[in-house]
């Protein structure tokens, strides 16, 4: 079993920027990828950044170059920086976690993107 704690979500500005982490704990030993989603009111779940195998990262077009996963290994912990927000943004954003037992999703922050 893997648990997911998601934290850092809240209210932005246009333009402004959060961070978000993730703690896993638990097999840890287990998980081969691990990343975020994210789901809007009415829309599908959808990738927004992820470390795949080999460490490479995964990037959906409409996040390039605003934001940025990385992790700390030592602390279990991958970080989401989002730069640049807009209020497409919004949404709730999930970590997620792929281990040899199974997938893994945390509970999910809100970040809302609005003046």
């Known amino acids: 079993q893997v648990q997911l704690v998601e934290s850092g979500g809240g209210l932005v500005q246009p333009g402004g920027s959060l961070r978000l982490s993730c703690a896993a704990s638990?097999?840890?030993?287990?998980?081969?990828?691990m990343g975020w989603y994210r789901q809007a009111p009415g829309k599908q779940r959808e990738l927004v950044a992820a470390?795949?195998?080999?460490?490479?990262?995964n990037y959906a077009d409409s996040v390039k170059g605003r934001f940025t996963i990385s992790r700390d290994n030592a602390k279990n912990t991958v970080y989401l920086q989002m730069n640049s927000l807009k209020p497409e943004d919004t949404a709730v954003y999930y970590c997620?976690?792929?281990?040899?037992?199974?997938?893994?999703w945390g509970q999910g922050t809100q970040v809302t993107v609005s003046s």
């Open positions: 997620n976690a792929k281990s040899s037992a199974g997938e893994y």
């Open positions: 638990g097999s840890i030993h287990s998980i081969y990828a």
């Open positions: 470390f795949t195998t080999h460490s490479n990262t």
